[in-house]
């Protein structure tokens, strides 16, 4: 075999299996990169979720989400794992819940007993939850933020209201 031949066959091996992107699911359209930042007054609202609500109900099931880090940063990614968004016009929900921690670690051990686990989830059932966006934010029909995904436009930035802490109803 001369070395031409073997370039060319090492080439072609080489591309093969670095394949040409990522493979998307039947139907699902092209993706873009695309990130947006969740501010409240200015200052970034880390661990967020981020859900885009497409305008467009054949596009329902290609909804992009994602959740923002410190800098209140989510890069969204469509149906789990495939990173980006495609093209379209989108309503944005936003929500943040959390629950107070737990004053004790989990029981855990062989010589736990079914009663020490059974006060760790008593205290669980009584910690507080709350949420840290308006109502409004977390409702695909009230929010106010959109966004128009575009293949030039790769960052957004959208303000999720004031900052807040309220304590979540408990249900019984």
């Avoid at 073997?6 to 039947?26: F, Q």
């Avoid at 989510?74 to 107070?100: D, F, H, W």
């Avoid at 020490?116 to 966006?133: C, G, S, T």
């Amino acid at each position: 075999m001369n070395r031409t031949l073997l370039s060319v066959l090492v080439v072609l091996v080489l591309v093969s299996m670095t394949g040409c992107g990522e493979r998307l699911p039947p139907g699902m359209p092209k993706l873009y990169p695309v990130s947006i930042t969740i501010v409240q007054e200015g200052t970034p609202l880390a661990g967020a979720v981020v859900q885009l609500i497409p305008e467009d109900p054949a596009k329902i099931q290609w909804g992009p989400g994602g959740r923002t880090d410190e800098s209140g940063v989510a890069a969204l990614r469509t149906n789990g794992p495939y990173k980006g968004a495609p093209l379209g016009k989108y309503k944005v929900v936003v929500t943040k819940s959390e629950v107070e921690p737990h004053p004790n670690p989990v029981p855990s051990g062989p010589g736990v007993t079914r009663e020490q686990l059974a006060r760790h989830m008593d205290i669980m059932r009584r910690l507080k939850a709350y949420n840290y966006v308006e109502t409004q934010y977390g409702s695909a029909t009230d929010t106010p933020l959109q966004v128009e995904i575009t293949a030039k436009v790769k960052t957004y930035t959208l303000d999720a209201g004031k900052p807040i802490k309220k304590e979540v109803p408990r249900v019984r």
